[in-house]
C-alpha cells in the first residue's frame, strides 16, 4: 500500500510538473474557447479530462499541411502531445511507446525545452509503472541534459526528482541534500513566476522526506512554515502560478493542513490533528470537486491514524466512486478497493473486507493482463521499428556500395582516357622530331656529298707536286676502299693496307690525319657506316646484324654504339624513320 500511495504522489507532482517543462499552459477550465480549440495547446488542456477528443485535435493537426494555409507543426511535437494526454489518461505504457520513439532524434535535440519535458514525463510514466532502475536513469538523464542546456530551473526541477526518488528508497540524508541544493539554486533564480511553485513543491517534498524518516516534529514544523507562507502570498506574487486562483490555493492549503493532521495523529497530539482536518474541510468546499487520489489517501492515512474508522469508511466509498469514472481498470481504483478492504478489516467486518480484497485481486489481475498486452504491442512497436531501421541500413550500404563502385568506374575511365591522351601525343611528339632528326640527316649527307664531288674535282684540276705525296697517298686510299669495299673486311689492318698502297703505316696514318683529321680506324668505321646507312635507306627487311656483319663490323654492338654516337638515332628507329620519309632513292 505504501508503495503505491508513493507512486500516486509522485505522479502528481510529476504530471504537473510535466506540463510546465513543455512550457506548455494547460487552463484552468476544462474546455478551451472555440476558436483555439484545435491547436496544440487545446490538446494539452483537454488531457486528463476529454481525452478522445483531444486525440481527435492531434489526428486533425497531423493531417493538417502546410500547402493548405495551416502552420507546419513538428511530427515530434504533436507525438510528445500524444504522449502527454496518453499519461493523463492513466495509460503509462502507450505514452512510453510514443516517447521512445521521438527519443534521442535530431529534432529533439534542437530544441532543448521539448526535449526536458520528454524525459520529464518519461521519469513520471517509469514510476508509476513501478519500473524504478529506467525511472532512476531517465532522472539521472534529465539532470545531465538540464546542465548540458545551462539551464538552472530545469536543474533544480531535477534534483527534486532525485531527492524524492532517494527519500522513497530509505535513503532519506541523501534524498534531504539534493532537496537542499535544489533550493539553493531556486533561490537564486528571479523574474520567472514558476519558481514560486516549486519551491512550494520542494517544501512539500522536504515534509514528506521528514514524514519517511520518521522525523515527524520536522515534518510538523516544516508542513506549518509551508501554510504560512501560502498565506503569505499577495495577489501579485500568486499571478502566473499554479495558486493564482483562489480556488487552487484553497485546494493546495486543504492538502497541508490534511498532511499536517496525519503528521499530528502520528505524533499523538490529537487536538491539534482534529483541528487541522477540519480547517482542511473548511477549505476543501471552497474548491472544484476533483480526483484526487493524493488529497483522499492523506485524509484516509488521517482517519485511520485517529480510530475514525466510520468516517474512514465514506470517505474511501467517495474515493472508489470517483475512481470508477471513465476506464475503470486503473490504479486508483485499486488503491480505493484497498484501502476499503483495510479500513472493513479493522471495523471487523471481514466479509466485506474480503469481497474488496476479493475485488482488488481481481482488478490486479486485470491490469497485469492489461500490462502484458501492452508490452507485446511494445515489443510487437519496437520489432517493427527495428526491422525497419535494418532494411534502411542495408539500402543505405548498397547505394554506398553502388556509389563506390560508380566512382571507382568513373575514375578509372578518366585515367584510361588521360593515358590514351598521353600515348597519342607523346607518339605525335616524336614522330615530329624524328622526321625533323631525319630531315638533318639527309641535309647533312647532300652536303657532304657535295663537299666530296667539290673536292674531287679540285684535286683532278690541280697538277700532282711533290709536296702533294699525302693527297696522292689518300686519294689512292679513297680509290682502293670505295672501289674495292675493302672496308667490309672485319679483319683489314692498317698494316695491309700500307703495304698494298706501296708505303708504310706511319705515312698511310699521317695522310689520313692531315686530310680527315681521323685515325685509320675511325676512318674505315666511318666508310662502314655509311655503308651500313645506305644498306638501311635502300632495305627493309634484312636484319640489322646482318648489315653490321656485311658492311665490315665484326660486332654489332659496336655497330650500334656507332652509328647512334654519328647520327643520334639507333639503326633501328632510322630504317623506321627511312620508311617513313623516302628522300632518297635507292
Partial sequence: MFRLYSALLFRIFAVAFSAVAAGVCIPAAAQPAADTLYTLDGAYALAGKNGALARQILDSLERQHPSKGHAAIPRYKIVAAR?????????????LLYLHSIADTDELR????????????????????????EMLRSMLLYLDK??????????????????????????????????????????????????????????????????????????IRITRDLI???????????????????????????????SLARLYALNG????????????????????????????ELALDYLKAAGRYPEALRRAWQYLDEARVGDTVNLFNLAAKRQLSDIYRHL????????????????????YARANYETALELRTVYETTEQQAQ????????????????????????????????????????????????????????RKELHRIRRALQE????????????????????????????????TREQVAAELGTNKLYLSRAISEHCSMTFLEYTNHLRLECAKAMLLCDHTTKIEAIAACSGFNSVRTFYRLFQKYYRLTPSEFRRVASSYKTHPC
Fill in 392 to 447: 534502411i541500413l542495408r539500402q543505405q550500404v548498397t547505394i554506398s556500395r553502388i556509389r563506390t563502385v560508380a566512382g571507382i568506374l568513373l575514375i578509372g575511365i578518366v585515367a584510361l582516357g588521360i593515358i590514351l591522351w598521353l600515348l597519342w601525343w607523346n607518339g605525335r611528339r616524336v614522330k615530329r622530331k624524328n622526321r625533323q632528326l631525319f630531315e638533318q640527316v639527309a641535309q647533312l649527307g647532300e652536303v
Fill in 228 to 258: 504560512a507562507w501560502y498565506g503569505r502570498l499577495t495577489r501579485q506574487q500568486r499571478a502566473g502560478t499554479e495558486v493564482e486562483e483562489d480556488r487552487n490555493l484553497n485546494f493546495r492549503q486543504a492538502q497541508n493542513h490534511i
Fill in 83 to 95: 504522449a502527454f494526454v496518453a499519461s493523463r489518461d492513466l495509460n503509462p505504457r502507450r505514452a
Fill in 110 to 133: 534542437n530544441d532543448p525545452e521539448t526535449d526536458l519535458f520528454i524525459t520529464a514525463l518519461m521519469c513520471n510514466e517509469y514510476q508509476v509503472l513501478n519500473r524504478h532502475d
Fill in 348 to 367: 471487523g467486518d471481514y466479509p466485506h473486507a474480503w469481497n474488496m480484497e476479493h475485488q482488488a485481486a481481481v482488478l490486479a489481475d486485470s491490469l
Fill in 461 to 492: 684540276q690541280e697538277p700532282h707536286r711533290p709536296e702533294d705525296g699525302d693527297n696522292q697517298l689518300y686519294a689512292a686510299l679513297d680509290r682502293l676502299m670505295r672501289e674495292q669495299e675493302r672496308f667490309r673486311d672485319p679483319n683489314l
Fill in 146 to 219: 538540464a546542465r548540458k542546456y545551462k539551464n538552472r530551473l530545469r536543474e533544480a526541477v531535477a534534483l527534486l526528482y532525485l531527492g524524492d526518488t532517494y527519500s522513497r528508497d530509505g535513503a532519506h540524508e541523501k534524498g534531504l541534500q539534493h532537496l537542499r541544493a535544489a533550493q539553493e539554486i531556486l533561490r537564486t533564480q528571479t523574474g520567472n513566476k514558476k519558481v514560486t511553485d516549486y519551491l512550494l513543491w520542494s517544501r512539500e517534498l522536504e515534509a514528506e522526506a521528514c514524514f519517511r524518516a520518521g522525523d515527524y516534529s520536522g515534518a
Fill in 269 to 296: 497530539e490529537t487536538a491539534q490533528a482534529a483541528g487541522a482536518y477540519a480547517e482542511a474541510q473548511r477549505l476543501l468546499a471552497n474548491t472544484d470537486k476533483v480526483l484526487s487520489p493524493q488529497m483522499h
